[in-house]
């Protein structure tokens, strides 16, 4: 059973920093896409960042220079490094996998297979 698991959510100011973590378990498959979402109450889910298992990263307009996204892919983990945070940064963050998409459809929503619970981030200002 494939399982994601995010944590390092938490609450922070405006301008401060926090990590996310994501840990998959259960596929086996070596090629895959590892991405971060994010949704807030009354607006659709968006992408924020995506790492291939070949290290390819894309991000959203709206984190560039501010976000990075590293993992590992032996341990199949994933983590967002999120500095300068702003209040608009606020969602709930959700770790995503894809494994049968190639890295052309990452920022498609429909391409992920597996996703997360979520994680809370709150920056207040």
């Known amino acids: 059973q494939v399982q994601l698991v995010e944590s390092g959510g938490g609450s922070v100011q405006s301008g401060g920093s926090l990590r996310l973590s994501c840990a998959a378990s259960g596929y086996t498959v070596s090629s895959y896409v590892m991405a971060w979402f994010r949704r807030t109450p009354g607006k659709e889910r968006e992408g924020v960042a995506t790492?291939?298992?070949?290290?390819?990263?894309d991000y959203a307009d709206s984190v560039k220079g501010r976000f990075t996204v590293s993992g590992d892919n032996v341990k199949k983990t994933v983590q967002l490094q999120m500095n300068s945070l702003k209040p608009e940064d606020t969602a709930m963050y959700y770790c995503?996998?894809?494994?049968?998409?190639?890295?052309?459809?990452?920022?498609?929503?429909?391409?992920?297979?597996?996703w997360g619970q979520g994680t809370q981030v709150t920056v207040s200002s």
């Open positions: 995503a996998a894809a494994t049968a998409a190639s890295w052309g459809f990452r920022r498609q929503q429909t391409a992920y297979n597996y």
């Open positions: 790492r291939s298992s070949v290290g390819s990263t």
